[in-house]
């Protein structure tokens, strides 16, 4: 829409939604995600809301199937009439409705993937309605190259990724980076993302004496991936991907990290070691619907994808609320949303969130944990361009 | 009592019509369906509901390939979700490189044939559960195609026609899915297709080859002595289910026009299956109930009204189901009718009842 | 003394009403028949004795005991053993596990010198006997001693399972399908053995053979309950016999009365 | 009847592992002939016809058929082609389509009758239409003739053994054949369903043409009904002569039928 | 050479978890006719609970898989007593369809267990081993192999050779018939459902090490079993077991000697190959009909 008032905002109330795999097998994603975001926005609507609307969440279960999470996403525009998708969420309904989306031109802040196809860095038209946040595995994969060189001296690079688009998005980004970094390639070995057996990925990075391992898969596979190594006696320091920089995951491979064969490394564009205040009132928050979450990845993820939303309501303020203008706000100006997270949608860039922190896993009184070896850093700062 | 007698009457003539005529049954059936097309524009229904509609749709052509195999011929297959992928995949990538969508269809439709003629003649030596676990290997084969080959896109295929996004038809009618008219003409087009893909499929199952199919299965002796080739039925019935299957994927392709590589897994395999066992072997309508109630009821109500806890009440209803009505949902017709007769005192064996149907429902 | 008890029973299939209000009793040892026209009830009737199907009403007793709410496998526990109508061997074991599966029920127990077999006469019970470590008449064996035992006997009634002993059940011919169903049920040391047509598919000289069998079996203290197509040689056999019509006992009697009972003879079993 | 011979068996031996099931047995039938084949249980005859009938190959010895005055070796034709030669069976196990209608069981023995394809079904072609409203005709007659045509559109299952049986006999006759051969057919028949039977099979013989080779172990019926009689034991031929003479032959008393008491 | 040996010592414990997984799901097949896709789930669920008490209770491993045991035990009778036994007269599809409701249900249960991915530790420290050739060779790994081994021949053992073994076949043949043998035949299934419960649970406790407990952990373990039973064949006990271990060799050296994209698909292939020569797999044999 150009000029009118746009689609579910009234006077009171602002519409949004998603639809989410709140059940099924990534249900353990998808239940958190959307606490999250029910914290965020219950938390604002028990402040008054924004501008005097209270934010209004419709939430659909596609079971992360594809053609059930384009019916729903049509269904959130077209039936229920929201302002804006929150959180669109998972690889397969996010590319599926990729190009819809840009036509209807609807704003969509926050996706809960990090697909490729995200990437824009001259968005024009309805793509100028896209605000990713969280890091887009490509973007990932340059970094986690870029750490491998100034933290840890690599010379040959040794990847294990996934067979899922996180793994091939990751490995895509680090091709991009070897040349100019000057690193080799020595050892790329795909793994399924439900294998149980990653003998193979890790004989091959030992066979190729590589010195860094570099781990693009999520959480399961990533785990088990790391494990193989330690099965295949690798003394081979690790770098893994975002999704697997919390506690949860780190607690699943202590026994490495007590055994201290080799270090494990993981970026991070989440800090919460230097936000304290911010995760305080996470967990208060999120403890309200679950305590069980106060600690959960995706929850904080949900939490941030409210959070951006509301910060483009806030700079629209008591202008009216439109399409148009609420892209403008965003683009405004740099967002900077909790736990030290900033993006930058300036001169129509759409590529979600590039600096991340660096962190190390540590044993501490028997407890694994992470500690941040660097802060949020770019890709420049890291390789000091 | 006047007009409850006077609406038996309409209700026993519009029975007697669709027994002698079935194939006005399915048109009718198929107006029906398609209406919900319609509806959405007079506000009468959501949008949405549409969408989930055409997925049942869909996999009700999918489902009736299947029952063919596990209604008719007592063959079963668990790579079924991999020819939905080839069908949807198919479409597009020969889309892409420019073929109109009617030849690409027609090709698809050709290539699945040659599949399942493949699988049928392996079907020969390998059965039962071998056969079962052999179109898994088929499956994860395919599965592990479309995700690797880059033909397919890697995360999803997008369709179109040329670069504008849409499907062209006929060499001159472009519908795109973003439109929300063009997707109930979509929606309408789909329905007809399934429409058609039903009345063939009883055409088929009431002929020569659904005796022969079913000769063979329930007795591969009886048939054999009677001519029926083993062969050329086990041929007939893959090549049949596969070219359903991929056709649900056509299907798929033209109407959402986006396909995913990564969906075509054992499970949504088995989510088929459990369409044609749910809502009922050797029932054409009973298959699309099947697919109405694991697909529809938990997307149209289920997931608002319970929430978190909707799997695990789908789960609950399937096995409830099964266990009540083992040879399909369809079957309750048939006892509801039957405790109708009982309140009234019927007289089964005038009723013609007991016989008939009775023996149906009580298949073990 | 009545070995059973077959009081009031009713039974239906959905609306098929099969029994209705039926009463039989067979007396110990003896061979009871019940004959009637095809679907008459009588395969329904055996099988609400071995408690296969539910009762709509009625009771049934063993040996004084009621067995009405007991399941099939107690049944067959306490010595009720049915050969059920159409063979129903187990196709893909071997024959000897057919029958091996017959004994599933056997525990050890007193047996009487004259039933057993020679070849089961192992150095141990020839010890026993000889040692005089038992009574008179009977001697106290195991399980796995009466189960050859029974072996032998069922291999003397039927020497082609023994020839056929290790193939698949399955591959037997019609006729010896029968002989096995008939032997499996036999390894089980019956107290009531039900047979429902047993005669099925063999050859004259082995059907006269069974029913010797019967006759032997029940000299040996086995109470049998048969029902048969072959009307007039099961009468000849048999003790006490029941006619049955859809679902009703319409008549009963002695058996050699019955078979000089031409009006019935014509009107229910068509001769 | 004539003495054309129809069926001729010529030292026919099958073995299965070790045992000769059937042995060197060679024996033929006429035309219009009513042919029974009596032995022990387990004597061979069912294997026999599965020999006859192309179910088991790897016998030794030969079958020949005549069609047309041609003597065909059945070798060499696939077990779905006997049939089409107008030779074919029921079984000693009932082999019916329970979840199918009576009619459709029997439209199943007319499978080859059928000139139309798939395509012509699946578009219901007036010409595919046209001719299963001809067999169904036909299937309906034959019905008539066994005296269950009121049964016609009911299931299989659940259905008498007397009515089963029949279906059986029914299915044989929607070919067109020349010889039928049936493995017990009055096996589980009360006494008078088996006189019904034999009645059938006499006015079978005259309205259908057919010759008749069956199996049997009712010696009343196999007396009342056969021409000829084919006795063996353990595979091997014994005799083959009239029912009188086959009861009282003396090998056959031994074999098969006991001793008169 | 320790290449070659490092593969072969993963494929061995890989394929013991298989094997594992694959007795359980033969088990069923043969006393109840039909294929159980939950097989994979029922052991994912009390791996859940084993996790839980081991993470809140910090109970030793050893008594967690021993109650991991009694809880399979009971999942299995409750799912026979609730599901499968009422499913009596279903045909053997249509439960092969329930098996897949159970999974759904399970899949729901999982998140009320826990949300998160939980961890499982080997029975005996990785750090324990003998090294042969310069390939670590893992106690753990031989105490695996050695009990799955063990668990097939004593399976073998009772099914073949003992009464209730025999008990076990025909029920699975002909329950009525069973029944009028004096079997036992609710019993007889539901210990088969519980054994094979047990079973899959197991194959779980193994596999958790490597995989994380998580809700698809036994996805690959459910689906190469499957593969490992139609490879050995479903109607002998140590032919899955033997095609367990083939399978987990032939994807390893496939993967690593050949490619670690088409590795699956070339022994997928092979397989596919193998079973058109040998349709009732290696040891399978064709079951007997009779005209
Ligand atoms: N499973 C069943 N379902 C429905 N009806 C049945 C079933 N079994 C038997 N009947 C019916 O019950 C009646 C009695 O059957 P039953 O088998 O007891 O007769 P029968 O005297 O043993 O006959 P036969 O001589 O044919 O063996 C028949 O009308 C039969 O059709
Ligand atoms: N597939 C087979 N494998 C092994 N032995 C077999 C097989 N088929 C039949 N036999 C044996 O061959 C012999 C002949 O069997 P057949 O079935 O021909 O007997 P039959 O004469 O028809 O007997 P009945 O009158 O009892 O039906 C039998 O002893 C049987 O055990
Ligand atoms: C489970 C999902 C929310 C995350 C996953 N990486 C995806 O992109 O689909
Ligand atoms: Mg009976
Ligand atoms: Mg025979």
């Known amino acids: 829409g150009e000029d009118q008032v746009a689609q579910g905002v009234t006077e009171d109330k602002v519409l949004v939604g998603n639809t989410a795999a709140t059940s099924g097998f990534v249900a353990f994603v998808g239940e958190p995600f959307k606490a999250g975001m029910d914290a965020y926005f219950n938390m604002v609507n028990e402040d008054g809301g924004v501008a005097g609307r209270e934010i209004e969440y419709v939430h659909y279960d596609d079971g992360f199937d594809q053609a059930q999470g384009q019916t729903y996403t049509q269904k959130l525009i077209e039936d229920d009439q929201v302002f804006a998708l929150v959180g669109h969420f998972g690889t397969p309904t996010v590319s599926t409705t990729m190009e819809y989306l840009d036509t209807v031109g609807i704003p969509r802040v926050y996706y809960a993937t990090g697909i490729s196809a995200l990437f824009n860095d001259d968005a024009q038209g309805g793509e100028r309605s896209s605000f990713p946040v969280q890091p887009i595995y490509d973007a990932e994969g340059e970094v986690m190259v870029a750490r491998a060189v100034a933290e840890l001296d690599a010379e040959r690079i040794g990847v294990i990724y996934s067979n899922a688009d996180d793994g091939k998005g990751i490995l895509r980004g680090i091709q991009n980076r070897i040349n100019d970094l000057d690193v080799t390639l020595a050892a790329i070995s795909q793994v399924a993302s439900d294998a149980d057996d990653m003998s193979i990925a890790a004989q091959s990075m030992i066979s190729a004496d590589v010195d860094v391992v570099i781990i693009a898969a999520n959480q399961g596979p990533a785990a088990t991936a790391v494990r193989a190594l330690q099965d295949a006696g690798s003394t081979i320091p690790v770098v893994t991907s975002y999704v697997n920089a919390d506690a949860t995951w780190l607690t699943g491979v202590s026994d490495v990290v007590d055994s201290g064969s080799f270090n494990i490394y993981a970026n991070a564009w989440i800090d919460i070691n230097e936000n304290q205040d911010d995760v305080d009132l996470f967990v208060q928050e999120i403890s309200k619907i679950n305590a069980d979450y106060a600690g959960n990845a995706y929850a904080f993820a949900g939490w941030i994808a409210a959070a951006a939303f509301v910060e483009g309501l806030e700079r629209v303020g008591e202008d009216e609320l439109t399409w148009e203008n609420y892209i403008d706000a965003m683009e405004e100006d740099l967002v900077e949303l909790p736990f030290g997270v900033v993006v930058d949608y300036s001169e129509n860039r759409r590529v979600g969130t590039q600096a991340m922190a660096f962190l190390k896993a540590a044993s501490v009184d028997d407890v694994a944990v992470w500690e941040t070896e660097k802060p949020i850093q770019t890709i420049k700062d890291i390789i000091g361009e | 009592m006047k007009i409850e007698k006077s609406q038996n009457k309409i209700l026993n003539s519009i029975s007697r019509g669709f027994k002698t005529n079935p194939i006005s049954g399915f048109m009718l059936f198929g107006l029906v369906i398609a209406s919900i097309g319609i509806l959405p524009h007079f506000g009468l229904i959501e949008f949405g509901t549409m969408g989930t509609f055409a997925y049942i749709v869909i996999y009700t052509v999918v489902a009736l390939g299947l029952n063919i195999l596990l209604g008719f011929s007592g063959l079963i297959s668990l790579g079924t979700a991999g020819f939905v992928g080839a069908g949807a995949l198919g479409t597009a990538v020969f889309l892409e490189l420019g073929l109109p969508f009617e030849v690409a269809v027609l090709l698809v439709l050709l290539i699945a044939g040659l599949f399942g003629a493949v699988i049928g003649l392996f079907s020969l030596k390998v059965e039962g559960i071998y056969l079962a676990i052999a179109t898994l290997f088929v499956g994860e084969i395919l599965r592990q195609i479309y995700t690797q080959v880059k033909i397919f896109g890697g995360n999803n295929k997008v369709v179109r026609s040329g670069e504008e996004p849409g499907v062209e038809l006929l060499g001159r009618f472009r519908l795109t899915n973003f439109l929300q008219d063009d997707r109930s003409t979509l929606f309408i087009i789909i329905t007809v297709l399934m429409t058609i893909t039903m009345i063939l499929m009883y055409n088929i199952v009431k002929s020569r080859t659904g005796r022969a199919l079913m000769a063979m299965s329930r007795s591969q002796h009886a048939a054999q002595a009677m001519g029926v080739s083993i062969l050329k039925y086990r041929l007939t019935a893959f090549i049949l289910a596969t070219m359903y299957a991929t056709f649900g994927g056509v299907m798929f392709a033209l109407y959402f026009q986006n396909v995913s590589t990564t969906e075509w897994t054992l499970e949504l395999s088995l989510i088929i299956i459990g369409m044609v066992v749910v809502g009922g072997f050797k029932s054409i309508y009973g298959t699309f109930l099947g697919a109405f109630i694991i697909h529809g009821v938990p997307n149209l109500w289920l997931n608002n009204i319970l929430g978190d806890v909707s799997y695990i009440f789908t789960g609950v209803l399937i096995i409830i189901v099964i266990i009540f009505y083992p040879n399909g949902f369809v079957y309750i017709g048939h006892d509801m009718r039957k405790a109708f007769y009982k309140i009234k005192n019927f007289d089964y064996k005038k009723a013609n009842l007991n016989k008939k149907t009775k023996q149906v429902s009580d298949d073990e | ?271 | 009847m004539s003495d054309q011979t129809l069926l001729k068996l010529d030292k026919l031996s099958m073995q299965f592992g070790g045992l000769k099931a059937v042995d060197e047995l060679s024996f033929s039938v006429n035309e219009g002939e009513i042919v029974g084949l009596i032995g022990p249980n387990g004597a061979g005859k069912t294997t026999i016809f599965n020999c006859i009938t192309q179910f088991y190959k790897e016998y030794q010895g030969n079958i020949y058929f005549n069609k047309e005055d041609e003597m065909l070796d059945l070798k060499e034709y696939k077990v779905t082609d006997v049939i089409n030669q107008g030779l074919v069976r029921t079984f000693q196990n009932l082999e019916l389509i329970p979840d199918l209608s009576i009619l459709d069981n029997i439209l199943i023995g007319a499978h080859n009758q059928f000139k139309t394809g798939i395509i012509s079904h699946m578009l219901k072609t007036p010409k595919a239409r046209k001719e299963e409203k001809i067999l169904k005709e036909k299937a309906e007659e034959i019905l008539k003739f066994l005296n269950i045509y009121e049964l016609k559109d009911f299931y299989v299952k659940g259905q008498p053994y007397g009515v089963l049986k029949k279906i059986e006999i029914a299915r044989t006759l929607m070919s067109n054949p020349k010889m039928i051969i049936l493995d017990e057919p009055a096996a589980g028949l009360n006494d008078k369903e088996t006189d019904e039977l034999q009645e059938i099979l006499y006015n079978m013989k005259d309205k259908y043409n057919t010759t008749i080779l069956l199996i049997e172990h009712d010696m009343g019926f196999v007396m009342n009904i056969c021409d000829r009689i084919v006795a063996i034991n353990f595979g091997k031929f014994l005799a083959m002569d009239s029912p009188q003479n086959i009861q009282s032959n003396p090998q056959v008393q031994e074999a098969y039928l006991g001793k008169d008491d | 050479m320790s290449d070659f040996l490092r593969l072969l010592f993963s494929s061995l414990e890989t394929g013991s978890v298989y094997a594992l997984a694959a007795l359980g799901i033969v088990l069923i097949f043969r006393t109840s006719k039909m294929t159980n896709f939950a097989q994979g789930m029922i052991g994912t669920i009390n791996a859940y609970i084993a996790a839980t008490l081991l993470i809140d209770f910090g109970i030793n491993i050893w008594f967690v898989a021993l109650i991991a045991m009694v809880t399979a035990f009971l999942t299995g009778i409750l799912i026979d007593t609730i599901i499968i036994r009422p499913a009596s007269k279903v045909n053997p599809i249509s439960k092969q369809i329930i098996t897949f409701g159970i999974i759904m249900v399970i899949v729901g249960l999982l998140p009320y267990i826990s949300v998160e991915s939980l961890y499982i530790p080997r029975f005996i420290d990785s750090e324990y081993g003998i090294n042969i050739l310069g390939a670590p060779l893992r106690y753990n790994t031989i105490f695996i192999i050695l009990l799955s081994v063990a668990l097939m021949g004593g399976m073998f053992w009772f099914i073949g050779y003992t009464k209730w073994g025999l008990a076990t076949r025909t029920t699975a043949s002909n329950e009525t018939t069973s029944k009028l043998m004096g079997v036992p035949t609710k019993t007889v299934t539901m210990v088969s459902w519980a054994f094979a419960a047990i079973l899959g649970t197991l194959a779980a406790i193994f596999v958790a090490p490597r995989v994380s407990v998580q809700p698809n952990m036994l996805l690959t373990v459910q689906v190469s079993a499957f593969f490992a039973g139609t490879l050995g064949g479903f109607n002998t006990f140590f032919g899955p077991v033997i095609g367990a271990f083939i399978i987990s060799f032939a994807r390893n050296f496939t993967g690593f000697y050949i490619s670690d994209i088409w590795g699956n698909v070339i022994v997928y292939t092979l397989i596919l190959v193998f079973l058109y020569f040998k349709p009732y797999g290696i040891f399978g044999k064709k079951p007997t009909t009779k005209v």
């Open chain 3, 1 to 271: 003394m009545d070995i059973l008890k077959v009081t009031d029973v009713d039974v239906s299939y959905g609306a098929i009403h099969a029994l209705k209000n039926v009463n039989i009793t067979v007396k110990e040892n003896s061979i009871t028949t019940i004959l009637g026209s095809n679907g008459g009830g009588k395969s329904t009737l055996l099988k609400s004795i071995s408690r296969l199907l539910p009762l709509n009403n009625g009771s049934i007793e063993f040996e004084d005991k009621d067995i009405t709410k007991l399941s099939p496998e107690k049944v067959t526990q306490m010595g009720i053993i049915h050969v059920p109508e159409g063979r129903q061997i187990f196709g893909d074991i071997t024959v000897y596990e057919n029958l091996m599966i017959g004994a599933f029920t056997v525990k050890k127990g007193m047996v009487s010198l004259e039933n057993i077999h020679q070849d089961a006469m192992t150095p141990r019970i020839k010890k026993l006997i000889e040692t005089n470590k038992t009574s008179e008449e009977e001697v106290l064996l195991t399980r796995k001693e009466i189960i050859h035992n029974n072996l032998m006997r069922v291999y003397d009634y039927f020497p082609v399972l023994k020839e056929r002993k290790d193939q698949v059940a399955m591959s037997l011919s019609g006729g010896e399908q029968q002989m096995l169903a008939i032997g499996r049920a036999l390894m089980g040391t019956p107290k009531l053995l039900i047979l429902d047509e047993p005669s099925l598919g063999l050859a004259p000289l082995i059907v006269k053979n069974i029913f010797n069998i019967l006759k032997q079996l029940r000299n040996d203290g086995i109470t049998i309950l048969i029902v048969e197509q072959n009307a007039l040689q099961t009468l000849k056999i048999a003790d006490y016999a029941y006619v049955i019509r859809i679902g009703d006992i319409i008549k009963q009697g002695k058996a050699s009365d019955m078979i000089n009972d031409p009006e019935l003879l014509e009107a229910y079993l068509g001769k």
